[in-house]
């Protein structure tokens, strides 16, 4: 059995308890070094095999599940964030089912969640935002011609850049070609949930310059919208001018 298990953000107790425990239970432990905490493999037991698949092609790393299906030997493919996001774990499937070999997916805190929580921002906020767009520039690999960031960007929607901060002016071009003001909010959050967490605020018109100050090429997400600045509209949930099943409403209020 090969287990995906989505390694979270970065700190080593923002791992679920179901994905620690596929650790724990683990006899291999094939995991992404480049990205990867690797206080995580503390949670594997004594003699398991710890592989770091950094330097190895896809081929390698299902040469390893193979050689340990065989073996019976429990498996777990340990991924930054949330695998489903830029996990390249779909590949890794394929050829697990064609090679009739069973596996499970682990769910994980990703990396967006972790960069929200570190900049105590709620990304989803009542008329300013209702929709995430997690997406990326296109760089040494292309995007989809309909998912451009100009035509995203048209929408007004919170975004969340990954792979993108070695291309901030760039991106800047482009978010700005989308129709998005010079002094759109935007924060930069590197290693987000990491000790070496490091944060830069701004404005789109800045955001070549507050990539330069951290100093960065990778590993930190570019989030861009109104969800940084100040103004919203205060949740219909709470607002006592509201409503529903359990609570009858008196009046409606904003916050500025």
Known sequence: MIVFVGAGPGAADLI??????????????????????????????????????????????????????????LTVRLHTGDPSLYGAIREQMDLLDEAGIGYEVVPGVSAFSGAAAALKAELTLPGVSQTVILTRTAGRTDVPAAESV?????????????????????????????GLAADTPVAIVYKATWPEERIARGTLGELPQLQASLGVQNTALILVGGFLGSAYERSKLYDPGFSHGFRKGTDEGTFQ
């Open 16 to 73: 679920t308890v179901r994905g620690q425990q596929a650790i724990a239970r683990a006899d291999v432990v094939l995991y992404a070094g480049s990205l990867v905490n690797p206080e995580l493999l503390q949670y594997a037991k004594d003699g398991c095999r710890v592989r770091n698949t950094a330097d190895m092609t896809l081929e390698e790393v299902f040469s390893e599940m193979k050689d340990a299906e065989a073996a019976g030997l």
């Open 150 to 178: 100009p035509s995203l960007a048209a929408h007004g929607a919170t975004m969340v850049f990954y792979l993108s901060t070695g291309l901030a002016e760039k991106l800047q071009g482009e978010l700005l070609a989308g």
